[in-house]
C-alpha cells in the first residue's frame, strides 16, 4: 500500500513536499507516478519517476516547478511542487506503475491523496 | 499529448440495467509489436482514490465483479457494466498509457 503525508496549506510563491511511503513490495523494483485533482476536477498525469534507475519524465505544464524523488532506505517517495499558485490547489496522489522503464503504465494502487491548498 | 474523450459526460441508469461508456483517443493507442491496446479504467468514488478496473482495454483487475467489462482497440473503446448495482455508483475516468499518460474527463455513472 501508499500512505501519504497529510494536508498541507501554502501561500502563494511557495513550495509543497509531499511523500508517499510504500509498504508490502519490492520498492525498488517499481515506479511511482503522481497524479492529481483539482476540486470537483478529473485527473492530470504530473510525472514519474523509476525507483529502480531514478530516471524521471515530468508533465510538460509543470517542467521546472516540480521534481520527484526518492529514498530507498525507507521505501518512500517524494513530490516537490515549487512557485504555487491558486490552481495548484488539489489532491495529489502517488500510484504504482509496474512500468520502469517509460514511465507509461497505468497506476495500481494509489495513495488516499493529499490536499494542497494554496491561499492567502 | 494524446487527448482522451468519454462520452457521456453523465447517465443514470436502472438497478440491473447495463451502462456503457465510451472512450475515444485522438489517435490509435494500439502497439503492434504486442497486439496491445495501451488503455485502462478507473472508478473513483466521492472521497476515494481512483481504483482500476481494466488494464490492456480488456483485462479486468484481480477482484473486479465480472459484469465489469472492457472492448474495443485503436482509438475507440467502451466500458460496460452489464447489470448495474448501487455501489457501482462512481465517476469512471479511462486513461491512455501508450505515451505519457492521460485520461478522459470522467462520467458520472448514477441510479434512475
Known amino acids: 500500500q501508499l500512505v501519504q503525508s497529510g494536508a498541507e496549506v501554502k501561500r502563494p510563491g511557495a513550495s509543497v513536499k509531499v511523500s508517499c511511503k510504500a509498504s508490502?513490495?519490492?520498492?525498488?523494483?517499481?515506479?511511482i507516478s503522481w497524479v492529481r485533482q483539482a476540486p470537483g476536477q478529473g485527473l492530470q498525469w504530473m510525472g514519474w519517476?523509476?525507483?529502480?534507475?531514478?530516471?524521471?519524465k515530468y508533465a510538460q505544464n509543470l517542467q521546472g516547478r516540480v521534481t520527484m524523488t526518492t529514498n530507498t532506505s525507507t521505501s518512500t517517495a517524494y513530490m516537490e511542487l515549487r512557485s504555487l499558485r491558486f490552481d495548484d490547489t488539489a489532491v495529489y496522489y502517488c500510484?504504482?506503475?509496474?512500468?520502469?522503464?517509460?514511465?507509461?503504465?497505468?497506476?495500481?494502487?494509489w495513495g488516499q491523496g493529499t490536499l494542497v491548498t494554496v491561499s492567502t | 499529448d494524446i487527448v482522451m474523450t468519454q462520452s457521456p459526460d453523465s447517465l443514470a441508469v436502472s438497478l440491473g440495467e447495463r451502462a456503457t461508456i465510451n472512450c475515444k483517443s485522438s489517435?490509435?493507442?494500439?502497439?503492434?509489436?504486442?497486439?496491445?491496446?495501451?488503455l485502462a479504467w478507473y472508478q473513483q468514488k466521492p472521497g476515494h482514490p481512483p481504483k482500476v478496473l481494466i488494464y490492456?482495454?480488456?483485462t479486468r483487475e484481480s477482484g473486479v465483479p465480472d459484469r465489469f467489462s472492457g472492448s474495443g482497440s485503436g482509438t475507440d473503446f467502451t466500458l460496460t457494466i452489464s447489470s448495474l448495482q448501487a455501489e457501482d455508483v462512481a465517476v469512471y475516468y479511462c486513461?491512455?498509457?501508450?505515451?505519457?499518460?492521460?485520461f478522459g474527463q470522467g462520467t458520472k455513472v448514477e441510479i434512475k
Open positions: 500510484a504504482r506503475t509496474f512500468d520502469i522503464l517509460t514511465g507509461s503504465d497505468w497506476f495500481d494502487p
Open positions: 508490502g513490495y519490492s520498492f525498488t523494483s517499481y515506479g
Open positions: 519517476i523509476s525507483v529502480y534507475n531514478g530516471e524521471t
Open positions: 489517435q490509435s493507442i494500439f502497439s503492434r509489436s504486442n497486439s496491445k491496446n495501451y
Open positions: 490492456w482495454a480488456l
Open positions: 486513461q491512455q498509457y501508450y505515451t505519457s499518460p492521460t
